[in-house]
């Protein structure tokens, strides 16, 4: 079975539909579902489209030694056409596992939720 990165369902109906611009997230952690499934398959044109333009880097590319290894969602919020997710995303990296955890911003804009910017914890 084709289990999507981000370790909710398959990819064919979890996070598939969203790289392939069939469907839109349709919550901020949905994004960031989709968004991590796209780092683990270096998906850098589905990052480059789901990050707002004012804090989207000029490559988007994801690093290459880093192998992604899970995701846990621990928390997210709506208010609005902002929203914000906390998650862990654990990796294998040239220098062993290591986890990065973060607090995510999102907003809606032109009715897509786009991710802003976070703080690593
Ligand atoms: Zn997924």
């Given amino acids: 079975m ?4 981000c370790g909710s369902g398959t ?8 790289h392939r611009g069939e469907r839109d997230a349709a919550t901020p ?4 579902r989709s968004r991590y499934s796209a780092f683990s398959k270096g998906d850098r044109f589905y990052l480059a489209r789901t990050w ?7 490559d988007v590319s994801a ?5 992604w290894a ?6 997210s919020a709506v208010d609005g056409d902002t929203g914000t997710v906390d998650f862990v995303a654990r990796y294998e ?3 062993g596992p290591g986890e990065l ?7 809606r804009r032109g009715g897509r939720w786009v991710y802003v910017d976070g703080d690593v914890a």
């Fill in 93 to 95: 990296g040239p220098d």
């Fill in 2 to 5: 084709d289990v999507c990165p």
């Fill in 63 to 67: 690093d290459p030694s880093i192998r």
């Fill in 101 to 107: 955890r973060e607090h995510s911003r999102f907003v």
């Fill in 52 to 58: 707002h333009p004012r804090t989207r880097p000029d």
């Fill in 70 to 75: 899970g995701l846990t969602i621990l928390g």
């Fill in 29 to 32: 952690e949905e994004l960031m």
């Fill in 11 to 18: 990819y064919a109906t979890c996070c598939g539909p969203l």
